[in-house]
């Protein structure tokens, strides 16, 4: 079953990748960079809800410009991956699998997740 | 319906003559979609309430997360995405490290790291009384 000699062409610059690729990589970048902010969440939470001093660090940190950043490049990571996973619902349930409507529908997922960050930051202005 | 549509490391693992971990894939396969159903519901859901009824204080934001409901359906939100966290860092880990002894030591790491911050959360939001 192994094939060792089968050739391997991984030279990203030069492979043609389609929006769908690029989708497929965006939801796995977005899944790594969301677990490793998983600590920084939920101390933030438990800090918020352990005392009142705490609760004003936190409301406090939103005043600041850079942690508003941060903020947004976490709802963009969320949003892509909340909509290119309603895609791939779609897909298992043989919905738009072939590729006009995947690329449609891939394109959408880009679209949609860009709206919400952009709803985000006009909330936050 | 294409189910167990898998993952490379899920290929590599069934690959013909392990037939009898096949339900493994499987199984993960549907645990990754269902978690992934709960939370967007979950996500939706919390952000409508909070957005409805946005906490002004300290003590308004710990009365609604003392809220039983809110306390079992966060608590179960989180523990949800942590198995979800486990199962997507599983599958990019074993498609790209394929140094067993470095793919070993990041899997139990993440896997400690999921571990402790399901009872950190679980901790956090279990205790909060008004």
């Known amino acids: 079953m192994e094939n060792k000699k089968r050739p391997v062409f991984l030279d990203l610059t030069r ?29 933030l939470l438990g800090l918020s809800l352990n005392s009142p001093q705490g609760y004003e660090k936190v409301t406090s940190l939103f005043d600041s410009g850079l942690f508003r950043l941060v ?6 990571c969320f949003a892509h991956h909340f909509f290119a996973g309603i895609r791939y619902f779609m897909l298992d349930l043989d919905i738009g699998v072939d590729v006009v409507n995947g690329r449609k529908s891939a394109w959408c997922v880009l679209g949609a997740g860009l709206l919400v960050t952009v709803i985000g930051m006009v909330v936050m202005l | ?19 009898s971990r096949k339900s493994i894939g499987l199984r993960t396969w549907l645990m990754q979609r269902l978690s992934a159903v709960y939370m967007m519901l979950f996500v939706v859901g919390f952000a409508i309430y909070f957005i409805s ?26 523990l949800l995405l942590l198995v979800h966290a486990w199962i997507g860092m599983r599958d990019v880990i074993m498609d790209y490290i394929h140094i067993d002894g470095l793919r070993l030591l990041l899997l139990t790491g993440v896997g400690f790291a999921l571990l402790g911050a399901a009872i950190w959360i679980t901790k956090i939001l279990l205790t909060v009384t008004v």
């Open chain 1, 71 to 76: 903020l947004l490049m976490a709802l963009w």
């Open chain 2, 53 to 78: 009824n946005t906490p002004a204080s300290f003590l308004e934001w710990r009365m609604m997360m003392a809220n039983t409901f809110v306390a079992i359906t966060a608590t179960l939100f989180f």
């Open chain 2, 1 to 19: 319906m294409c189910v167990g549509r898998g993952t490379a490391s899920d290929s590599y693992r069934h690959g013909g003559d392990v037939m």
């Open chain 1, 15 to 43: 492979i043609d990748m389609p929006v769908m690729a690029v989708l497929s990589v965006a939801h796995r970048i977005t899944g790594i960079v969301m677990f490793l902010s998983i600590p920084a969440v939920i101390y």
